[in-house]
């Protein structure tokens, strides 16, 4: 294809993500504003639900109307796979799992899109073996938000592997325990108040410093080799 060509693809592809995103933020506002003044039962829990749907239906519209290659979503269905497989290999060891490692390095490997849709989509699919349920939304959100951000922040070039021990440490208390916590707090009480948030997110921490350590602990072992792999499939299938 013509690099003139490729330049307006991108730049078409780029206009409508942000058109997507915003509508999504203008919904997510919009549902707010409902939970707020309309007086019904549970009001913020139906609101929040809706805007993970806000949050995730952008990318994956923009995933389909990107037109992937069939090599690259054979590539993304695998790490889908690989970070499912791994979720469910540990699960004898609550919390102390490497999935959030595997979307991070999907992040970084594939862009923040697919690393989006891999981490959401990680989560829908081992839920299926873990429990399917309110929460799933929260975590695909969370996940999702986990592998967009890993690849936005570290780049095919230059990436060290102390940044990304650091990001992934960090991202199970800011991303994954702050979202997949207001789950909890909206289940257990329909008027959300500080004194709740405050009990739930306290009793978050341990199972989200477990988590963080695993996730520290599989990038040391898998993100070298595995970023090396796929960047050889890249090459070669020139994905």
Known sequence: MDKGVKDITKESGARRDAL????GVICSVGVMLWAGFSGVDRAYLYAVILICFFVLAPFYISFEKGEPY????????VMIALAVAGRAAFFWAPQFKPIIAIV??????LGARNGFVIGSMSAFVSNFFFGQGPWTPFQMVAWGLIGFFAGVFFSEKGRSLLPILIYGALSCFVLHGAITDIWTVLSITDKPNLGTVITVYSAGLIPDLI??????????LLAVPILKKIKRVQEKYEI
């Open 104 to 109: 991070i390095i999907s992040g970084i490997a």
């Open 70 to 77: 069939a090599r690259e979503i054979v590539l993304v269905s």
């Open 20 to 23: 997507l995103f915003a509508a």
């Open 211 to 220: 988590l963080a350590i695993a996730t520290v602990v599989f990038l040391l």
